[in-house]
């Protein structure tokens, strides 16, 4: 089960996580073309090994340990995640459009400061 970045990343993107990842399975990190654009990053779903060391990493509490833990509403960012391909501008392009998507049906969370938001998921 890979570990899931949902909507605190969005905005905040600040790549702590990708610092620590052992196996590199977070992007775009920022030397890669997309994060200049990235609305946030994502977890490569079959390179995450759930080592869990992104977790204590993120300053905004952004991940999730698996798709189960993640909050149902956040389910289109679980498919984003599983989608975004570094290098593949279909899949980044998808990737991004479920985010916006998610912010557009979000308005209530998003409100929500970042380092507040993944608190405030349980309400939702
Ligand atoms: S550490 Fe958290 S906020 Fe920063 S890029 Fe990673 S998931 Fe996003
Ligand atoms: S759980 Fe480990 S392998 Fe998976 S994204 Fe986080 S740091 Fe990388």
């Known amino acids: 089960m890979p570990f899931i970045i949902t909507d605190p990343c969005i905005d905040t993107k600040d790549t702590a996580c990708v610092d620590v990842c052992p196996v590199d399975c977070i992007h775009p990190r920022k030397d890669e073309a997309e994060f200049a654009t990235a ?39 679980i498919e984003a995640n599983a989608i975004y391909r570094a290098g593949d501008a ?32 349980a309400k939702f």
């Open 39 to 77: 609305t946030m990053l994502y977890i490569h779903p079959e390179e995450c090994i759930d080592c869990g060391a992104c977790v204590p990493a993120c300053p905004v509490a952004a991940i999730y340990e698996s798709v189960d833990s993640t909050p149902a509403h956040q389910k289109s960012l």
């Open 90 to 121: 279909d899949a980044v392009a998808k990737a991004e459009e479920l985010v916006k998507a998610h912010v557009a049906a979000h308005p209530e969370i998003m409100a929500i400061a970042a380092d507040e938001r993944q608190a405030a998921h």
